[in-house]
């Protein structure tokens, strides 16, 4: 198999770093400042000279659409961009559909359903190990669109779409987005993970 070459936008620490981990391919640049042998402080500069595989996008959301819009006039086989994809729908809508007309896959990086305890969790409902499921409950903390996107991606990734998220209840930051939310979960008896 050929070495996938990836770039970073508004390159983080912790994500070049996981690339060193990475057995399938390698960073090849970012747009910042990590020790990366190409950087570049130019987006279009990068994506013509580099043309990544994957272009992952680790910026704020708040400028997510104008960088897409970019790496799409050089388009990468795929796009990875760190939750949320947008604070807006719309906007998330029109990424989606920007990616699509232009055949590059889009990802939004839910990583945490690949780690050990979660695969060893589906491995169990999938033996039916652990009986049916009734009931969900679930807690976490933070903006609802960022961090806690986890919990939500690793229930899916857990038990299917056999679930839907309830109204936010309320909110306590300044961010254009819910911080909190109260859902929950009743499955039928019968219900167990087919994944």
Request: charged residues 25%; contains cysteine; aromatic residues 6%.
């Amino acid at each position: 198999m050929n070495e996938l070459t990836a770039a970073i936008v508004g390159c983080g620490k912790q994500h070049a770093e996981a690339y060193h981990l990475a057995t399938a391919g390698r960073l090849a640049a970012c747009c910042d400042q990590f020790g990366i042998a190409a950087r570049y402080s130019d987006l279009e500069t990068m994506l013509r000279e580099v043309r990544p595989d994957l272009l992952h996008i680790v910026a704020l959301p708040t400028i997510r659409w104008s960088i897409v819009e970019v790496a799409l006039r050089h388009p990468p086989r795929a796009i990875l961009i760190e939750k949320p994809l947008s604070y807006w729908p719309s906007e998330g809508y029109r990424i989606l559909e920007a990616c699509a007309d232009a055949g590059v896959a889009v990802f939004v990086n839910h990583q945490m359903r690949h780690r050990a305890p979660m695969c060893q969790a589906r491995e169990w409902l999938k033996q039916d190990a652990v009986g049916p499921i009734r009931h969900v409950r679930a807690k976490t903390q933070g903006r609802l669109v960022e961090h806690p996107t986890h919990l939500f991606d690793i229930v899916y990734a857990l038990l299917g779409e056999r679930y839907a998220l309830t109204k936010p209840d309320h909110t306590r930051s300044s961010a254009p987005v819910e911080d909190r939310a109260a859902t929950d979960r009743k499955f039928k008896p019968t219900s167990t993970c087919k994944r």
